[in-house]
């Protein structure tokens, strides 16, 4: 455990910013899932729209640096991928 006042500080802080990044990463899984549900039951129009939350999530997660550009790009690859072949 830290004895020092600025080394629980930073504890705190750093708890503070684990759960403002756990809400990004969160809510773009949310979407992606959703999406992927719509694929699966057959309502097309509606995935895309869902896709289109998925994707905006996807972006402002990886600006806020809560996961990799990467990473972003490629959940977002593997989504229209999976909702052109569904069309």
Known sequence: MASTKSALKRIRSAAR??????LFGSRARTYINKTRRLIAEGKIEEARQQAQLA?????????????????AARSKSRLMKRLNQAT
Do not use: F, M, P, S
């Open 17 to 22: 910013k684990q759960e403002h990044n756990r």
């Open 55 to 71: 994707i905006r999530t996807l972006d402002k997660a990886a600006e806020k640096g809560t996961i990799h550009k990467n990473k």
